[in-house]
Every structure is written in structure tokens, then in C-alpha cells.
């Protein structure tokens, strides 16, 4: 459910996920397109639909149930859960939807096993290995007992091996992923020493972009990137990141204009007191828009090309903006994300501000109501 009868609006341009989509496929392998989480805020059925018509044949969601939403919506694409079953129910919402799991433990196994065995099924799943992340998944040392706890275990077919890396986007943690890059080489080696046939996955989009020539093994898993992101922006390796579309704006609307003159304050707890005179514009955007209070007197939004900064305390469903020198007039459109000419705002900038990173941006602004170009 969007946020509803507010002023803002989120435009996503399918034609520049595509793209991106592309030119990640450049790199080698078999891409995966991560949509978890509504496609990063940009619309789960829109963001795989248009994909899928550009030859993506696999998708990873979130949660058992987000993938068995896409398949719902006549998706024939493989569908990969990288939450995996949470709940007992998931385990036969994967199984009848289709949708393969990552599995990072010995009771989701046995479980799933014992749900297929009762269909006289067979469950697809993804074997998640921890390799760094210390969140989920076997270990190195689990590898001799899932071998021989699978081979008493027909019902289960896995068919990917996977791994998730913790620095990839970070060039000073290169060393990192190749710790991590070569435990995950001896743990596929060990599986197909014991028998097993899979996939191997380790590569998220900065993986793909950096590491891919050591560490991509077969599937790899594009996020943030397929969004337009550079994972390397403002690092020394941004260069590998050129090239990738932004598919993401959020404007909102001009509320009212008027004079704030030398001395007074604006907006709750009197935190901006104007040094000059100015001309403000109160517009329609506040935290209850998905559009944090973090950016009180830190943030700047877009009008008409150029940069305008926040003044004072973002409040519920208003902010104040400085627009002195320019004349707009109420109902307005501005940008909060996006815009015209070199004044536009970008999902790093915007997440920098608000002490975040574009994925929690994204994620947020696609809470708003969603237009299609
Ligand atoms: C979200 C996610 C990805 C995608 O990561 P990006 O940095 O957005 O490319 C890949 N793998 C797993 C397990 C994830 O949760």
C-alpha cells in the first residue's frame, strides 16, 4: 500500500533498469536480478516485467511470499528467496509457487525435506554458506555433515550454492572478499567432490563490477546497481561503475512562497534564524512522506535546475526550502530526488545528507506513489 494522499510522486524509468541490466550482463555470467523489497522501492511486478521482456530469466526476492507474488503475476522466470522460509507456511508456499529458498540450516533442510516428501515433490533450494557475514548460513565445517545429511535426503534438489560478501563496495576491503571469495571456492569444490551439481553465487553488484574476473562463479546477484548506482561512487575505483542510469525521481509540490526577513526563525524549535532577508517556500514533503527529519538544515532539494537547501526542522508533511533569487509560485513542482541540469539531486548525495545509503532511499521513496515512463 502506497502512502496516500500526499503530493508526492515517485517516477521510475523501466527502459534504465534495463539498461543497467545489460550492461552488468557484460561482465560474464548468469545474472540474477534482485527485486527484493518491491524492486528497491521501484515496483516489484513493473521492475521483473520489464526485465523479463529483455531475457532475464531469474529473479531473487526477499521473503517466500514476495516471490510467490511475482509468480502469481504470471512471472515463468526462476525465483530465488533470499530470505528463505521464516515460518513453517512458507515452506509450502515455496514449494507450490515454485520458488527456491536459500536454506542456511540444518531444521529449514529437514523441514522442507519433510514437506516435499509428503507431496512426493521435489524442493529446489539454495545452500547459503557463511563466508565473512557472520549473519546466516553453514559453515566450512558444516560441509561433511550436509553432505551426508543430503544424500538421506531425496526430496531436496539443491541447485545453488550461495554466498553473500560484507566489503565488496569498500577498495580498502579488497582483502576481504578474497578471504571470503576463496573459503567459498573450497566449500563448492568440497560439494561437488561429495556429488552435488549447483550453481555458485557469491556476487552482489559490487562484487560483479570489482571482482567478478577472480570471484564470479557462475550466477551472480545485481541489486543497487541495476537501480543506477555506482557501489564505487566517491571511491578511487568509481570508474568501474561508469556508464549505469539512475531510474528513480521524487517530486513533490509547492505549497506557499513567502519573505523571511534577516532575524526570524522557521519551523519547529527555531533552529534556522535567517542572516539575510529571504524568500522561502514551504512544500508538501515531511517525514510522514518517507522523507526523514535527519535532513533538517542538511538537505537540499531541486527547483528548476538548481540546488535548494532545507531550512530548519523537516516536519510531518512539510519542509521549508531557501529560494531566494528564484519566484515560484504554490503548486510548483520540485524535486526531492532527480531533477533538470546539473543542480539534479542523486541518490548518494540525498542518502549522504540523510546519513544513509541510496538503497534505504530507494526503498523509502518507493513507499510514494509510483508513475511509469
Ligand atoms: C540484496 C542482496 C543482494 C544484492 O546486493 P546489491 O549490493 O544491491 O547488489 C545480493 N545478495 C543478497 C543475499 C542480498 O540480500
Redesign the pocket.
Known amino acids: 500500500m502506497p502512502i496516500a494522499h500526499n503530493y508526492l510522486r515517485t517516477t521510475v524509468r523501466p527502459a534504465h533498469i534495463v539498461a543497467n541490466y545489460k550492461l552488468l550482463c557484460g561482465f560474464g555470467g548468469h545474472v540474477?536480478a534482485?527485486v527484493?523489497?518491491d524492486a528497491?522501492g521501484h515496483g516489484l511486478i513493473e521492475t521483473a516485467g520489464a526485465l523479463a521482456e529483455a531475457g532475464c530469466d531469474a529473479f531473487?526476492i526477499?521473503s517466500v511470499a514476495e516471490g510467490a507474488a511475482l509468480r502469481d503475476a504470471g512471472s515463468k522466470a526462476a525465483i530465488v528467496s533470499?530470505?528463505g522460509p521464516v515460518l513453517t507456511e512458507d515452506d509450502l508456499l515455496a514449494l507450490e509457487k515454485d520458488v527456491i529458498p536459500?536454506v542456511h540450516d540444518f531444521g529449514q533442510l529437514e523441514r522442507l525435506a519433510a514437506v516435499a516428501a509428503r507431496r512426493g515433490k521435489k524442493a529446489k533450494v539454495s545452500l547459503?554458506f557463511d563466508t565473512g557475514m557472520a549473519r546466516l548460513g553453514f559453515t566450512e565445517a558444516d560441509v561433511p555433515r550436509l553432505l551426508s545429511r543430503l544424500s538421506g535426503l531425496p526430496s531436496i534438489e539443491p541447485v545453488m550454492v550461495?554466498s553473500?560478501l560484507a566489503t565488496?563496495?569498500d577498495p580498502t576491503a579488497f582483502d576481504y572478499v578474497s578471504s571470503q571469495g576463496a573459503r567459498f571456492a573450497r566449500i563448492c569444490q568440497a560439494l561437488r567432490h561429495g556429488g552435488l551439481t549447483f550453481e555458485a553465487?557469491l556476487?552482489?553488484?559490487?562484487?560483479?563490477l570489482a571482482h567478478a574476473a577472480d570471484y564470479g562463479f557462475e550466477a551472480r546477484?545485481?541489486?543497487?546497481?541495476?537501480?543506477g548506482?555506482n557501489?564505487f561512487q566517491g571511491t578511487d575505483r568509481e570508474h568501474l561503475g561508469q556508464g549505469l542510469l539512475p531510474a528513480m525521481e521524487t517530486v513533490t509540490r509547492i505549497v506557499s512562497v513567502h519573505d523571511l526577513p534577516r532575524g526570524a526563525s522557521i519551523s519547529y524549535g527555531r533552529t534556522f534564524i535567517a542572516e539575510r532577508d529571504m524568500r522561502v517556500a514551504i512544500v508538501a514533503a515531511g517525514y510522514a512522506d518517507a522523507y526523514s527529519r535527519g535532513l533538517s538544515n542538511k538537505g537540499f532539494l531541486c527547483l528548476s535546475g538548481r540546488r535548494v537547501p532545507i531550512l530548519g526542522r523537516v516536519c510531518m508533511q512539510l519542509t521549508a526550502v531557501d529560494v531566494s533569487g528564484l519566484e515560484p509560485a504554490p503548486g510548483d513542482v520540485i524535486h526531492l530526488l532527480g531533477g533538470e541540469g546539473p543542480g539534479a539531486v542523486t541518490a548518494d548525495e540525498l542518502a549522504l545528507w540523510w546519513e544513509t545509503i541510496p538503497?534505504e532511499v530507494f526503498c523509502l521513496f518507493g513507499l510514494n506513489q509510483r508513475e511509469y515512463l
Not at 556476487?203 to 560483479?208: D, E, F, K, L, T
Not at 545485481?222 to 537501480?227: S, W
Open positions: 540474477l534482485v527484493k523489497a528497491y531473487a526477499g533470499l530470505l536459500f547459503k550461495s553473500h565488496a563496495d553465487s556476487c552482489n553488484s559490487a562484487g560483479i546477484r545485481a541489486g543497487i546497481a541495476l537501480y548506482v557501489p538503497y
